[in-house]
């Protein structure tokens, strides 16, 4: 059983399933990839751990993690395993005591709980050749849009401060809304 290491590359909206995503994981050494069409909440999940954001109350994958270290359980690595019908099935590795465990997952699941313990993402070398594309395939997945990109992006960000845009950051945050706070995130960084 031969593995590839994965890492992820993109998460964008899908052009072809209404209010889904599209995780891209690219082989560390090659050219391959796997787009795999995710939900909202899980390209969320995803997005907010990728981006250190700290959200006030705990995210499901977040309570999960919380429950592992609780009982000791570590997450070794996350496993693609196979790919039938245009679905990726995973699993999440885990490990107690030197014993593994193997515990099948949605493969957005184990992802957005991999995330969280910066477990590495495998996949098994016959699902990389069956499905998955070179990095320069015409083919396209999606619209390439950023997670955190929608038509109603406050343009009026442009004109406020850093001081005034934190505080609008601290509230999305409160709120829960991450999108929103994705996006003063980004008008921040742009200010330095």
Known sequence: MQKIRLE???IEYSQTQT??????????SGKRKLPIVIGGFEAQAI??????????????????????KSYSVAVKEILIY???????????????????TEIDSRTSDAIAVGVRFNAPIFALKEVVEEAGGEEDDSEDFSDDV??????DTPHEMEH??????????NEAIVNEDYELASKIRDAL????
């Open 82 to 100: 196979k790919f039938f019908e245009g679905i990726f099935y995973a699993k999440i590795i885990c490990e107690k005591d030197g014993v593994l």
């Open 19 to 28: 209010g889904s995503y599209v995780l891209t994981l690219s082989e560390t």
């Open 146 to 151: 950023d997670l955190t990109e929608t038509e």
């Open 8 to 10: 992820i590359t993109k």
């Open 47 to 68: 997005a907010v751990e990728l981006e250190k954001m700290v959200p006030n109350r705990p995210l499901t994958h977040d309570l999960i993690k919380m429950l592992c």
């Open 189 to 192: 960084k742009n200010r330095d």
């Open 160 to 169: 406020l401060n850093k001081e005034d845009l934190q505080s609008m950051l």
